[in-house]
Nanobody
Framework: VQLVESGGGLVQPGGSLTLSCTAS????????MKWYRQAPGMEREMVAA????????WYAGDVRGRFEVSRDDSKNMAHLQMNNLNPSDTAVYYC??????????WGKGTLVTVSS
C-alpha cells in the first residue's frame, strides 16, 4: 500500500498550487480521500475530503472557496487545487485514504510554503 503526495513547493501569497496523491496497493475507488495539513507546532487538521464516489465533498472553513478537491479513479489519484494561498496555508500536506470499515492509509506528506 502506498500513497505518494506531490506538487508541494514555495509559492507567493495569492498564488496557486495543485497537490496530487498517487495511490497503489488497495481498492482506491472504495476509499474516501482526505487532505490534512500540519503547520509547525500545530496539530494535524483536515482541510478537504471527497467521498468514494466523488459525489460528496467537504472543506474546512478557512479553505472553502479557495481549495478544490477532486479524484480520478481511473488513475488512482486525488488532487487538491489550492488558490489564493496565504502564509497561514504553510504546512506539510498529507493525503489520507479512509474506508468506512476503519482502514486508514497515509502518505508521507509534501511541504507547501507560502511566502514572499
Amino acid at each position: 500500500v502506498q500513497l505518494v503526495e506531490s506538487g508541494g513547493g514555495l509559492v507567493q501569497p495569492g498564488g496557486s498550487l495543485t497537490l496530487s496523491c498517487t495511490a497503489s496497493g488497495f481498492a482506491f475507488k472504495s476509499f474516501a480521500m482526505k487532505w490534512y495539513r500540519q503547520a509547525p507546532g500545530m496539530e494535524r487538521e483536515m482541510v478537504a475530503a471527497i467521498g468514494s464516489f466523488g459525489d460528496t465533498k467537504w472543506y474546512a472553513g478557512d479553505v472553502r472557496g479557495r481549495f478544490e478537491v477532486s479524484r480520478d479513479d481511473s488513475k488512482n489519484m486525488a488532487h487538491l487545487q489550492m488558490n489564493n494561498l496565504n502564509p497561514s496555508d504553510t504546512a506539510v500536506y498529507y493525503c489520507n485514504a479512509n474506508h468506512f470499515d476503519g482502514t486508514d492509509y497515509w502518505g508521507k506528506g509534501t511541504l507547501v510554503t507560502v511566502s514572499s
